[in-house]
């Protein structure tokens, strides 16, 4: 399937050439309902070619997600938790569940703190049982294991021969994933508002309101799990049942940036060195940021205390951009960042990478550097 990136102004779109069935039954729920699981979707034509544009804001695919953090039971199993709970909210509006494209560049991920939020990528063409797709995201997974860590690896292969069956279900992976090992219980959801009509309040659940995670709707013991999968996704069902979403992302205008959330800055960045430094980033701007050795294949930049490059502003996001080196040349890649990076003035599309020259401005967000 051939797939295209595009930024307009700060917001991102994946296009895939193809149409929908515009008088579907699918394609009016989709339209006529806020299926928060699912990404935003438009159908549009240009010089007679068919396109299907999703929205993919401030999002990465999960393969981005992957490489950009350690791979680990509890991220594969937090994973899988969400993906669940996306298909168990598409599935209120009775789509076929062969009509989601899952795979590892097609499921969207969206960050907060150590929680993720998944977005399912709608297509009108016969996918697959999530069982099969889902079979080859753990393949992916398997891929990417470090073989330092025998005992982590050993339990997402024990998770992988449970894919094997023909029957399975994704509660019997996450149960395996979480047998013996701390999972974090909250799970990451959009801030929700009751409705009045439908909904009789109590005192405490009143106080969970505007919570951003599953359990501060009920009591979790320190560091355990409370019950086996299923009661998750029990009450995670009866939650979407009687809440209702609130849309929390406003257009944003060109140049007018979104401060980043904080909660993983960290403490004054020291001056990456080596005794050959190959590539160097030069701060070019009125903030007190560090300049940059690139010394790395794969150079990260952003807020995230998890970057080799950590950039202070709040207008760069966690994950923001990358540098990739190829033999002699440097490749720089944006990371679906919030306010975009910039190459001489050219935004960048996510996904895209574009060589390096010496002396060349690099902008991220609101921060300029020049690469040497």
């Excluded at 895939?16 to 579907?24: A, N, Q």
């Excluded at 939020?117 to 398997?142: H, P």
């Excluded at 403490?267 to 990456?272: A, M, N, R, S």
């Amino acid at each position: 399937m051939e797939v295209t990136y595009e930024r307009k102004h700060n917001e991102s779109f994946m296009v895939v050439l193809g149409e929908l069935d515009t008088k579907s039954y699918e394609y009016k729920m989709i339209r006529d309902n806020d299926i928060k699981s699912l990404l935003d979707i438009k159908c549009y034509e240009i010089d007679g070619v068919k396109r299907i544009s999703y929205k993919i804001s401030r999002k990465e695919t999960l393969s981005d997600y992957v490489e950009s953090n350690d791979l680990s039971v509890e991220l594969i199993a937090r994973f899988v938790t969400n993906l669940q709970m996306a298909l168990d909210e598409a599935a209120k509006y009775l789509i076929d569940e062969n009509h989601f494209w899952l795979d590892k560049d097609s499921i969207f991920v969206e960050k907060s703190g150590d929680n993720c939020k998944v977005s399912l990528c709608y297509i009108q063409s016969d996918n697959g049982t999530v069982q099969t797709q889902f079979r080859a995201i753990m393949e992916f997974f398997l891929s990417k294991l470090s073989t330092s860590d025998r005992d982590s690896s050993k339990k997402i292969y024990d998770a992988y021969e449970i894919c094997l069956k023909e029957d399975y279900t994704l509660a019997e992976v996450i149960e395996c994933l979480q047998m013996d090992a701390y999972v974090p219980s909250e799970i990451y959801v959009e801030k929700v508002s009751l409705d009045d009509e439908e909904v009789e309040t109590t005192a405490d659940f009143e106080d969970a309101i505007g919570a951003e995670y599953i359990s501060d709707y009920y009591d979790v013991e320190d560091g355990k799990r409370n019950g086996i999968v299923n009661t998750i996704i029990d009450k995670t069902k009866a939650i979407f049942g009687r809440l209702q979403f609130e849309d929390k992302l406003e257009p944003v205008e060109s140049e007018n940036f979104v401060i980043e959330p904080d909660y993983e800055m960290d403490e004054k960045t020291v001056l990456l060195s080596e005794s050959k430094p190959v590539g160097r980033l030069v701060y070019d701007g009125n903030s007190n940021e560090d300049d940059f050795i690139i010394n790395k294949d794969v150079f990260r930049i952003g807020t995230g205390k998890a970057n080799d490059a950590i950039i202070h502003a709040r207008t760069v996001s966690g994950n923001h951009a990358k540098i990739t080196k190829e033999g002699n040349d440097y490749y720089l890649t944006d990371s679906n960042s919030t306010n975009g990076s910039f190459l001489n003035s050219l935004p960048l599309v996510y996904r895209k990478p574009y060589k390096l020259k010496p002396m060349d401005v690099i902008r991220f967000a609101t921060e300029s550097y020049i690469f040497l």
